[in-house]
């Protein structure tokens, strides 16, 4: 599969596993799963053909691991904005987290804190580049450090997604590193 497909059905795949289901008639269970099967039926249903090989392709090569498939299921592994409980066990987080973001929202995240706005969590990054490319997507990047130890120590809870994403439900301003010339 060439890579604009690729992109193309990861982004199909993400709308629909983590947004908004009803629009191609699928239900996800509590945990976010649908049977690989039903999905693929759905999106044929609706003139978007994918086949199981190229879904388990997407599935394997995805630049960021978006998608998990077990017992002939599939979900979104993270980014959900209904409501699904994605069973994942409290992990102690790495001291130092990142989160990227852009110049306009430095204002209310330095009053407000980081809020989760439309998804379940905060999404943070172990790594100073993915935060880097998650800003981009809305301007230029600007990367906060956030201090997980301390918020662990504070007893905010973190869980690690099947795809390396931290994430939380708030992060205090107290916790959050800006840039010299943010
Ligand atoms: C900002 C993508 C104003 C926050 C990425 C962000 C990620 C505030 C935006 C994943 C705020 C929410 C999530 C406050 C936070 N006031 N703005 N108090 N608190 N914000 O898309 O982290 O490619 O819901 O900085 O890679 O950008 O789709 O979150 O800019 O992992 O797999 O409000 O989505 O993954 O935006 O991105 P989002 P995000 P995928």
Do not use: C
Not at 65 to 90: C, N, W
Not at 115 to 128: E, G, N, Q, T
């Amino acid at each position: 599969m060439d890579d604009r497909r690729m992109v193309k059905v990861s982004k199909y795949l993400s709308r629909h596993l983590r947004h908004d289901p009803g629009r191609i008639g699928i239900e996800l269970d509590e945990h976010g799963w649908v049977d690989v099967d039903v999905l693929l039926k759905a999106l044929a249903d609706r003139r978007f053909h994918v086949t199981r090989e190229e879904l388990d392709e997407v599935v394997a090569r995805n630049d960021k691991q978006r998608f998990a498939v077990r017992d002939g299921k599939i979900r979104a592994s993270q980014g959900h904005t209904v409501a699904v409980d994605l069973d994942l066990e409290p992990a102690y987080p790495p001291p130092v987290l990142f989160h990227g973001t852009t110049d306009r929202f430095l204002d209310a995240i330095r009053d407000e804190g980081l809020k989760a706005m439309d998804r379940h969590d905060v999404h943070l990054s172990p790594d100073r580049g993915t935060a880097v490319k998650v800003g981009s997507r809305r301007g230029r990047p600007v990367v906060l450090k956030i201090d997980a130890a301390r918020m662990a120590e504070e007893g905010h809870t973190f869980y690690e997604s099947e795809n390396g994403v931290w994430l939380t439900e708030y992060v205090p301003s107290w916790a959050i590193g800006f840039p010299d010339d943010a």
